[in-house]
């Protein structure tokens, strides 16, 4: 499976963005689906994730209630909409994927990764 992200942007606090994941390869919607982001000088953090059957979601508590994951199967795309954005949301945004249903909040069990989307939130 690869992984393209997109919709990344500058965006004014209290903003909103949508970025997009589009993957080829087969059987994607088999895989379970993350999104991460890293801010510069900090470790990756988990952002949210969606199970493979896209009956649950997990959010960070930094993000919930402002942010929603969702799938597209028909155009094997997972999208992560922000809304209600803060400067402290400023990352790279990575989407991630893994086949095995592991814990969704650990990056090391996501086998397939986006190459990254800039956000930057000015106040």
């Known amino acids: 499976v690869q992984l393209q992200a997109s919709g990344g942007g500058l965006v004014q606090a209290g903003g909103s963005l949508r970025l997009s994941c589009a993957a080829s390869?087969?059987?994607?919607?088999?895989?379970?689906k993350g999104w991460f982001r890293q801010a510069p000088g900090k470790e990756r953090e988990f952002v949210a994730a969606?199970?493979?059957?896209?009956?649950?979601?997990y959010y960070a508590d930094s993000v919930k209630g402002r942010f929603t994951i969702s799938t597209d199967n028909v155009k094997n795309t997972v999208y992560l909409q922000m809304n209600s954005l803060k400067p402290e949301d400023t990352a790279v945004y990575y989407c991630?994927?893994?086949?095995?249903?592991?814990?969704?909040?650990?990056?090391?069990?996501?086998?397939?990764w986006g190459q990254g989307t800039q956000v930057t939130v000015s106040s």
């Open positions: 991630a994927a893994q086949v095995y249903g592991s814990s969704y909040f650990v990056s090391r069990n996501y086998g397939f």
């Open positions: 390869g087969p059987s994607f919607k088999s895989y379970s």
């Open positions: 969606i199970t493979w059957s896209s009956v649950d979601r």
